[in-house]
């Protein structure tokens, strides 16, 4: 017995699907006007992994986010032409935002691995950024989880750690939230 799928049908399947690749995101992308005095924020990835980055300067722990975009080392070879709509979606090697001074500041990063197969996170980093300072931060996947680490990189021969407060925030959709432990990091 053989089932007819109608052509519409088929359309329809097609477009819920490509909608589901797209993230499915629910947060807003950033729109954020740059004030004087701001600091600048340069976020990276290590490790084979595509990094989703959002900001928060709301009060709370895990609401607020707005989407800044997809960060991967290594965007060799990915299909381009068919993104060019959408850059958010776009890999790139780091991505730059400034950011508000004199409020907590919260990086919101969920990677994925490259070939697919493994998520982490997501993790957020909390500090308060200083007037005209230049910070960079790095999600790094290593065999023994994920990590989130920001730098003041103001004095770029000198770059000095930050203290960040590290909370995880549940991901529901996922199952790597079962391996999220408190001080930020994941196990796999």
């Not at 490790?47 to 080392?73: D, I």
């Not at 090697?93 to 919101?108: H, M, N, S, Y």
């Not at 969920?110 to 070939?115: D, I």
């Not at 989880?145 to 959709?173: F, M, Q, Y």
Request: charged share 20%; with cysteine.
């Amino acid at each position: 017995m053989t089932i007819h799928v109608p052509h519409r049908a088929k359309l329809l399947a097609s477009v819920a699907v490509l909608f589901v690749l797209a993230g499915c995101a629910t947060e807003p992308i950033r729109n954020y006007s740059a004030k004087t005095g701001d600091a600048s924020l340069v976020m990276r990835s290590s490790g084979a992994a595509a990094v989703r980055y959002s900001l928060s300067s709301s009060a709370g722990t895990c609401g607020g986010f707005e989407y800044v975009g997809l960060v991967n080392e290594s965007t060799y070879g990915l299909p381009r032409s068919w993104l060019a709509s959408m850059p958010e979606k776009i890999p790139e090697k780091f991505r730059q935002a400034k950011v508000p001074t004199g409020t907590e500041l919260r990086i919101k990063a969920y990677a994925t691995a490259t070939r697919g197969d493994a998520s982490c996170g997501p993790l957020v980093a909390t500090f308060e950024p200083e007037a005209e300072r230049a910070y960079a931060v790095e999600y790094r996947w290593l065999a023994t989880g994920c990590h989130i680490n920001v730098s003041d990189i103001t004095e770029a021969d000198n770059p000095k750690p930050v203290a960040t407060k590290l909370r995880v925030c549940p991901n529901p959709a996922s199952a790597a939230s079962l391996f999220q432990s408190k001080d930020g990091h994941v196990s796999r």
